[in-house]
């Protein structure tokens, strides 16, 4: 299978952030992608409360979810769209970060809500408070699809890999981590991060991530890392898309999966202990 990872530089403007997925799309196709894959916080990157308020919907309003939804049927693809943000349901007054899978007829097959939240000072410049803006989900996502099982995951969630081992063994051998990672981080963490996850799971990790200067928004503006990777279930890393937007393809092949868990079977060798003191 042919996957196609969209590595963007969001603006705070989610009809333009479409049009641009649209172009990105038609370029997957043109490369013969059978899934593409979208960042974090596709639809707006924005650092004002405000702006979100003013511009976010509901799910079943949203007109990128409705964008991706027909642009997956009228070409044929599944489509993860990394995350959307969106309102949530009252009572709740903050956002969910949530991950989409559309399938090629355009129907949602799964909806994960990015369960940790990032709340860190990177440095005296660089600090985050997710937490303040969106819910946390409680509740891991694996779907059962045409394409393979596929595990959901977001960003800061690739530092915790209880979640990743749930959903290998529950049966994932895909795992997708679409990313906002920051710059203070990225350099360090990303990419050993996403190494670890895949030899821990034998799964493959497919990560699209923001990369760039966004726009300034409200007066606000944010950077992002890029590195958009695909790291396969043996570890190696099999896309680094540095730093400028646009699509990037990679085959993969899920017999993959099976091999890396033949040569070291560690996801079925867990051991129950005595906690520590
Ligand atoms: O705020 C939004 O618009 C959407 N959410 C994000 O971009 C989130 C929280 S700020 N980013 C991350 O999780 C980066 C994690 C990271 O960089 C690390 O783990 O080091």
Same mark, same amino acid.
């Given at each position: 299978?042919?996957?196609?990872?969209?590595q963007?530089t969001?603006?705070?403007d989610p009809?333009?952030?479409?049009?641009?997925?649209?172009?990105?799309l038609?370029?997957?196709?043109?490369?013969?992608a059978?899934f593409?894959?979208?960042?974090?916080?596709?639809?707006?990157?924005?650092?004002?409360?405000?702006?979100?308020?003013a511009?976010?919907?509901?799910e079943?309003?949203?007109?990128? @979810?409705?964008?991706?939804? /027909?642009e *997956?049927? %009228?070409?044929? !693809?599944w489509?993860? =769209?990394?995350?959307?943000?969106?309102?949530?349901?009252?009572?709740?007054?903050?956002?969910?970060?949530?991950?989409?899978?559309?399938?090629?007829?355009?129907e949602?097959e799964?909806?994960?809500?990015k369960?940790?939240?990032f709340?860190?000072?990177?440095?005296?410049?660089?600090?985050y408070?997710?937490?303040?803006?969106f819910?946390?989900?409680?509740?891991?996502?694996?779907?059962?699809?045409?394409?393979?099982?596929?595990?959901?995951?977001?960003?800061?969630?690739?530092?915790?890999?209880? @979640?990743?081992?749930?959903? /290998?063994? *529950?049966? %994932?051998?895909? !795992?997708?981590?679409? =990313?906002?990672?920051?710059?203070g981080t990225?350099?360090?963490?990303w990419?050993?991060?996403l190494?670890?996850?895949?030899?821990?799971?034998g799964?493959?990790?497919?990560?699209?991530?923001?990369?760039?200067?966004?726009?300034?928004?409200?007066?606000?503006?944010?950077?992002?890392?890029?590195?958009?990777?695909?790291?396969?279930?043996w570890?190696?890393?099999?896309?680094?898309?540095?730093t400028?937007?646009?699509?990037?393809?990679?085959?993969?092949?899920?017999?993959?999966?099976?091999?890396?868990r033949?040569?070291?079977p560690?996801?079925?060798?867990?051991?129950s202990f005595?906690?520590?003191?």
């Amino acid at each position: 299978m042919r996957v196609a990872i969209l590595q963007m530089t969001s603006s705070d403007d989610p009809e333009e952030n479409l049009a641009s997925l649209r172009t990105m799309l038609r370029d997957a196709i043109g490369q013969g992608a059978q899934f593409a894959l979208t960042p974090e916080v596709t639809n707006i990157v924005s650092f004002s409360r405000k702006h979100q308020e003013a511009v976010l919907v509901r799910e079943a309003q949203d007109l990128v @979810l409705k964008g991706l939804q /027909a642009e *997956a049927k %009228a070409l044929d !693809i599944w489509i993860l =769209a990394g995350s959307l943000a969106l309102k949530s349901e009252a009572p709740e007054t903050r956002f969910a970060n949530r991950s989409l899978l559309i399938n090629p007829e355009g129907e949602i097959e799964a909806r994960y809500d990015k369960i940790h939240m990032f709340d860190v000072a990177v440095s005296a410049e660089e600090t985050y408070r997710e937490s303040a803006g969106f819910a946390p989900g409680d509740r891991a996502v694996l779907a059962h699809t045409g394409i393979g099982n596929i595990g959901l995951t977001i960003c800061y969630d690739v530092r915790f890999g209880y @979640l990743h081992r749930a959903l /290998a063994q *529950a049966g %994932a051998q895909i !795992i997708t981590a679409p =990313a906002a990672f920051s710059p203070g981080t990225g350099p360090a963490h990303w990419q050993p991060l996403l190494q670890a996850r895949a030899i821990e799971t034998g799964c493959y990790i497919l990560a699209p991530a923001q990369t760039g200067k966004h726009k300034a928004s409200a007066g606000k503006s944010r950077s992002t890392y890029g590195h958009s990777m695909v790291v396969s279930p043996w570890g190696e890393v099999l896309l680094d898309a540095g730093t400028d937007a646009g699509v990037f393809c990679v085959d993969i092949d899920l017999a993959q999966v099976d091999e890396a868990r033949r040569k070291v079977p560690s996801l079925t060798h867990d051991r129950s202990f005595e906690a520590p003191k």
